[in-house]
């Protein structure tokens, strides 16, 4: 069904289907043959407090990843959210062990990522700045 373009890939827990969700979504199979939003991602921006109506960010299919348009961008993100400008979208993460992980937006976990700025997570502009910052990229 990924690999149709009829089901996305939950990659939360497994990868097994990421590289069928990217083939379809290259050659705009099934739900890419337009736009979609990932549920998982609704349903957390709205637990987050988002209305409905602005929790449908989608991801559009093309040749290459194109990144969701987050709620910052539309102005109804959650407060303390969102990037501090529409251009400084890379999200530091600070995982359990405590490495520092920057995450650029067409990162398959970008979405999953809540920014807790008090919990030391920050908004970079560009990787370089991210790397000066010490921060690594993400592994994927």
Known sequence: MV????ALAFTRYSQAYASDEAQARAAGRGVWAGSVVPPWDYRR???EGGAPATCS???EASSSPVAPVPPAERGTAPAGSGPPSPECRIKGNVNQAGERIYHLPSSPDY???VMRLDRGKRWFCDEAEARAAGWRPAAH
């Open 111 to 113: 979405y999953r990522i």
């Open 57 to 59: 960010h989608t991801v």
């Open 3 to 6: 690999a149709q373009g009829y």
């Open 45 to 47: 921006c709205v637990r």
